[in-house]
T-cell receptor, first 116, second 115 residues
Framework: AQTVTQSQPEMSVQEAETVTLSCTYDTSENNYYLFWYKQPPSRQMILVIRQEAYKQQNATENRFSVNFQKAAKSFSLKISDSQLGDTAMYFCAFMKHDNYGQNFVFGPGTRLSVLP | KAGVTQTPRYLIKTRGQQVTLSCSPISGHRSVSWYQQTPGQGLQFLFEYFSETQRNKGNFPGRFSGRQFSNSRSEMNVSTLELGDSALYLC??????????????FGQGTRLTVV
């Protein structure tokens, strides 16, 4: 079974600063996907960034980038130039890549507050 | 295009009752997954349906069931409600199987309160 750990229950950052959220996971799979989702107070989960495990290059999406270390099973999210709208719960998630169905395994989340 | 629609948004039920929640996926999406979100347990996978068949199931008791219709709309049912079933129930839809092009889109959830 896969597990996802997020060791920082809460974090805060000043507007325009950079913050890094940590995520580690445990799996015996070789092919999988990793995701960061954000859940603002509206409750809707929004995809922030996605990484395929077979790709060595770290994914980037505007102000969001990841540091994917496959051997260490680490998948951290860096948010640059933090904005007030980035305030939300952030969930790291794992998904196997196989033909037997698909489901996310989520970490417990990190509550990020961006301070003015 | 329209997003994932979950109805109702809020629901209050009494212990012992049953409840049915609905999820309408994005048009063209054939995979619908359900998740339970609670402060104590976080986000937990319930089940996934693909083309009307349950393709994957989480570790929940048999009181939790679901189905998917030919138009890909999905319902989940919880029978004999317990206080611990109070949660936000999220539905996610995606095109097909996990791939480099797959993105799952989530609805805003149904907040179920059992009293």
């Amino acid at each position: 079974a896969q597990t996802v750990t997020q060791s920082q229950p809460e974090m805060s950052v000043q507007e325009a600063e950079t913050v890094t959220l940590s995520c580690t996971y445990d799996t015996s799979e070789n092919n999988y996907y990793l995701f960061w989702y954000k859940q603002p107070p509206s409750r809707q989960m929004i995809l922030v960034i996605r990484q395929e495990a077979y790709k060595q290059q770290n994914a980037t999406e505007n102000r969001f980038s990841v540091n994917f270390q496959k051997a260490a099973k680490s998948f951290s999210l860096k948010i640059s130039d933090s904005q007030l709208g980035d305030t939300a719960m952030y969930f790291c998630a794992f998904m196997k890549h196989d033909n037997y169905g698909q489901n996310f395994v989520f970490g417990p989340g990190t509550r990020l507050s961006v301070l003015p | 295009k329209a997003g994932v629609t979950q109805t109702p948004r809020y629901l209050i039920k009494t212990r012992g009752q049953q409840v049915t929640l609905s999820c309408s996926p994005i048009s063209g999406h054939r995979s619908v997954s359900w998740y339970q979100q609670t402060p104590g347990q976080g986000l937990q996978f319930l089940f996934e349906y693909f083309s009307e068949t349950q393709r994957n199931k989480g570790n929940f008791p048999g009181r939790f069931s679901g189905r998917q219709f030919s138009n890909s709309r999905s319902e989940m049912n919880v029978s004999t409600l317990e206080l611990g079933d109070s949660a936000l129930y999220l539905c996610a839809s995606s095109l097909e199987r996990a791939s480099s092009n797959t993105e799952a889109f989530f609805g805003q959830g149904t907040r179920l309160t059992v009293v």
